[in-house]
């Protein structure tokens, strides 16, 4: 394991930079590929294994200049393309290049408000970086432009620098529009609805806002105060913002419109129910899905054991059934949280987990155990219902299943019996009932997916919804691109509203001069 700190990646970066900015105007694009990518600065894993503190650092001024010298400023834009909200990329990265920090902010902001978010959390390998022309030149995705990166460094650059950018807000409509959830989607749809000057209530069900960004992810990942930072913005801009507001409960989704005179609803309420395999045992003291064990230790701030009396399982023997994003957060959480040992098994190699890159790698350096081509059978339990093992089955690789991935094939007689004492499930979430089954004119496919046309539009007039309500559990920016397509239907729809009352006012207003 080589862990480079970050004043010596600052060093590097220094000379190397120097060198660079003497003949930047004259670089040429094989010159501009030879720069080298630039490494991001992580805490010492024997250190960061043990606290909640962000693990990635970020880049330093001089890497960032150097990560954006790299960029070929293509003609064909693929990676403004590939990104779901189209942040004009190569806009930013060129003032990075220069120095213009400032300018940059000003580039993204006019897209999204969530950067110092983005950046941090979103897979660009497989979006806005996939297809980079230098990632191509040098054949390996990892070498593309560090777009998600330098995405972070001018968000953060703005928030530390205190040169926040607050985006201009049109004068007021008269219009009124219901956000329910403040994840990624609603975060978009209120920010995008207050710029055209429509009144914006964000309706939150937790007591804090940010939905899965902020019960989902670790501090460690994705830091509470950025969050809140970002959210801040909103209320800067005049968003109204209500916690403890559960729809379907508190209020129907349709007394918003009929008795609360909403013009316009937007539906982001998440994909927060945990998916169980239904095996032996899952209902023993010590198992967890990974939803509830990320919110207690996160949002409710069990790892804050002087100033938290949230309770949470005291764990040694960790085993996390999944393989994604989400397995890897629970796991890196379990060894914070004072575990042992902590497993993750996943019934494929590593080459299929859908987990970032990235995360693995973190995991790995943490002391997280991976146990590949195995699943767990059946969950065993002591005499007091509490979980002291599990039997696993081994796999092999089949044949490629419907998701493109080889099917793992059981090895029969292969169980084995796992000492363990928590086991934490991290397959997957489905969509939030509890608005369609209080809503019953809301139409959902069996998953429970909200139903939407091309615009986002539901089954119901006025009504609008996005993120992983209707995708299921998917990327924070996949439900930001979703929010950005209902934000701009909703504002068609409100304009159009607001043109027939106005001709409306004008002829009531001419008929009069008549008489």
Known sequence: ??????????????????????????????????????????????????????????????????????????????????????????????????????????????????PAICGRVCPQESQCQLHCAVGKALKNVDQSVAIGRLERFVADWERESGRKVIPDVKAPTGKKVAVIGSGPAGLVVAADCKREGHHV????????????????????????????????????????????????????????????????????????????????????????????????????????KEHADTPIFSSKIVAVLGGGNVAMDSARMAKRMGAETVYVIYRRTENEMPARKEEVLHAKEEGIEFRFLENVKRIIGDNYSCVNSVECLRYELGDPDESGRRKPVEITGSEFIQEVDTVIVAIGNGSNPLISQTTPQLKVNRKGNVLVDGTQKTSMDRVFAGGDIVLGAATVILAMGEGRKAAAAINNMLLHDIQIEKAALEEVCNNALDI
């Not at 959210?231 to 559960?246: C, D, K, R, S």
């Not at 169980?276 to 207690?296: D, H, K, P």
């Open 201 to 304: 209530t964000l309706f939150e069900a937790f007591h804090k806002m940010g939905g899965v960004l902020r019960y989902g992810i670790p501090e460690f990942r994705l830091p509470n105060a950025i969050i809140d930072k970002e959210i801040e913005t909103l209320n800067e801009m005049g968003v109204e913002l209500i916690t403890n507001f559960v729809v379907g409960r508190t209020r129907k989704l349709t007394d918003l419109i009929e008795k609360d005179k909403y013009d316009a609803v937007f539906i982001g309420t998440g994909a927060g129910l945990p998916i169980f395999s239904g095996i032996e045992g899952e209902n023993l003291v010590g198992v967890f899905s990974a939803n509830e064990y990320l919110t207690r230790a996160n949002l409710m701030r069990a790892y804050d």
């Open 1 to 114: 394991m080589t862990h480079h700190s970050k004043d010596n990646l600052q060093a590097e970066a220094k000379v190397l930079l120097e060198a660079y900015l003497q003949k930047a105007d004259q670089l040429k694009a094989k010159d501009r590929t030879h720069i080298p990518s630039q490494i991001m600065p992580n805490q010492d894993p024997l250190i960061r294994r043990y606290n909640l503190e962000e693990v990635s650092l970020g880049f330093t001024a001089e890497q960032a200049q150097l990560e954006a010298m790299r960029c070929l400023q293509c003609i064909k834009k693929n990676c403004v393309l590939d990104c779901p909200v189209n942040i004009n990329i190569p806009g930013f990265i060129n003032h990075i290049a220069h120095g213009n920090f400032e300018e940059a902010i000003k580039i993204v902001k006019e897209t999204t408000l969530l």
